[in-house]
């Protein structure tokens, strides 16, 4: 039920805004917005293993997020849904794993984004965690194991999703 109306909130804010909308919208499919959603996610894939080895790894924690996001926005571009809502895009993603529309499992989709927040955000290995952890905290710089494992996690969830993208 949580899905349904959460869906509903974010079509009713697409409809809202013009260009600046805060939700989900019908648009038309697009090979092209679905390439570049993939072209972003490759190019944020590259990002996070360069911001570590310059010495920027707590920006590695955003580029490995916003890798992740990109192959799901590409998802739902090839859906013919255009999002500007986080919170809007992992709803609708859960609903197409519910309907058997992806292979990405729940468990794989809570493990970059889960709705129900974790209280030691900086012993979460939820990516969205990570992200949040690194961007407000004052750290400068990932643990290298927290590093690897982000990275290994990352690799893993993004071969499956271009996978998904492509077939």
Do not use: P
């Given at each position: 039920?949580?899905?349904?109306?959460?869906?509903?909130?974010?079509?009713?804010?697409?409809?809202?805004?013009?260009?600046?909308?805060?939700?989900?919208?019908?648009?038309?499919?697009?090979?092209?917005?679905?390439?570049?959603?993939?072209?972003?996610?490759?190019?944020?894939?590259?990002?996070?293993?360069?911001?570590?080895?310059?010495?920027?790894?707590?920006?590695?924690?955003?580029?490995?997020?916003?890798?992740?996001?990109?192959?799901?926005?590409?998802?739902?571009?090839?859906?013919?849904?255009?999002?500007?809502?986080?919170?809007?895009?992992?709803?609708?993603?859960?609903?197409?794993?519910?309907?058997?529309k992806v292979s990405l499992t729940k468990d794989e989709l809570s493990s970059i984004f889960d709705r129900d927040v974790t209280e030691d955000i900086e012993h979460s290995n939820k990516i969205l965690d990570i992200r949040e952890n690194?961007?407000?905290?004052?750290?400068?710089?990932?643990?290298?194991?927290?590093?690897?494992?982000?990275?290994?996690?990352?690799?893993?969830?993004?071969?499956?999703?271009?996978?998904?993208?492509?077939?």
């Open positions: 039920m949580y899905i349904q109306e959460k869906l509903s909130k974010c079509f009713k804010e697409g409809e809202k805004g013009g260009e600046r909308h805060k939700g989900l919208r019908n648009v038309e499919k697009s090979e092209q917005r679905v390439k570049g959603h993939m072209d972003k996610s490759k190019h944020n894939l590259k990002a996070m293993i360069s911001f570590q080895k310059t010495g920027f790894s707590d920006w590695s924690a955003s580029a490995s997020f916003y890798c992740l996001y990109h192959c799901l926005l590409a998802i739902l571009a090839k859906q013919g849904i255009e999002s500007r809502n986080q919170s809007c895009t992992f709803a609708f993603v859960e609903r197409l794993i519910d309907e058997g690194m961007q407000y905290s004052i750290k400068t710089s990932l643990e290298q194991e927290q590093f690897i494992e982000l990275k290994e996690n990352t690799k893993r969830l993004f071969d499956k999703l271009i996978r998904e993208i492509e077939s």
